[in-house]
């Protein structure tokens, strides 16, 4: 059965403080591991798709970087709009399916 | 904006109502999902349409009914629902295959009185 672990649950930040989320995963055949961010009473926005270790992906303040095992999103001088909750999905080979870590709720302060 | 879009946005309603979400993507999908998220949890799946035929049913009571008309549309009907079915529905939808992204509407927030 597929896991996804992400921590921590909860993270506070002052603005421009770098950090990291983590997201461990045990899949049986990665097909894709996906990183997601929801604001409050919205669904989950779409950031990344990875799809083999070593592979990185960067978008403004946020980078995704995946090994066999797990997965960072780096945040680099975070923002308070960057304030949400981080997702971390896999998908395997048995069809269209996601498991989806528990989230960490990232609170950015001024 | 999200590419997906639901409606309503808020539904309240009773335990013997009978109601309807409703879901559409024009980004020419072919897989379609539905999720249900209680509060600071993840989204859970209950159902997955796959080139307009379910595939996928996540052992979802009977009293939550899904139906997708055409390639665009999805719907939820729901009939006799309980307290505990308050949450937000999420609608999603992908290109066909389990490595592309799904991509969320902003959902339904429903409460059963």
């Known amino acids: 059965e597929d896991q996804v672990t992400q921590s921590p649950e909860a993270l506070r930040l002052q603005e421009g403080e770098s950090s990291s989320l983590n997201c461990s995963y045990t899949?049986?055949?990665?097909?894709?591991l996906f990183w997601y961010r929801q604001d409050p009473g919205k669904g989950p926005e779409f950031l990344f798709t990875?799809?083999?270790a070593g592979e990185e992906k960067e978008k403004e303040r946020l980078k995704a970087t995946l090994t066999k095992k797990e997965s960072f999103l780096h945040i680099t001088a975070p923002k308070p709009e960057d304030s949400a909750t981080y997702l971390c999905?896999?998908?395997?080979?048995?069809?269209?399916?996601?498991?989806f870590g528990g989230g960490t709720r990232l609170m950015v302060k001024p | 904006d999200t590419e997906v879009t639901q409606t309503p946005k808020h539904l309240v309603m009773g335990m013997t109502n009978k109601k309807s979400l409703k879901c559409e993507q024009h980004?020419?999908?072919?897989?379609m999902y539905w999720y249900k998220q209680k509060a600071k949890k993840p989204p859970e799946l209950m159902f997955v349409?796959?080139?307009?035929?379910?595939?996928i049913n996540e052992s979802v009571p009977s009293r939550f009914s899904p139906e997708c008309p055409n390639s665009s549309l999805l719907n939820l009907h729901l009939h006799a629902l309980q307290p505990e079915d308050s949450a937000l529905y999420l609608c999603?939808?992908?290109?066909?295959?389990?490595?592309?992204?799904?991509?969320f509407g902003d959902g339904t927030r429903l409460s059963i009185l």
């Open positions: 999603a939808s992908s290109q066909d295959g389990s490595s592309k992204p799904q991509h």
């Open positions: 899949v049986s055949g990665l097909r894709g």
């Open positions: 990875l799809y083999s």
């Open positions: 999905a896999v998908n395997n080979n048995a069809g269209n399916m996601l498991t």
């Open positions: 980004m020419g999908h072919r897989a």
């Open positions: 349409y796959s080139y307009e035929k379910l595939s």
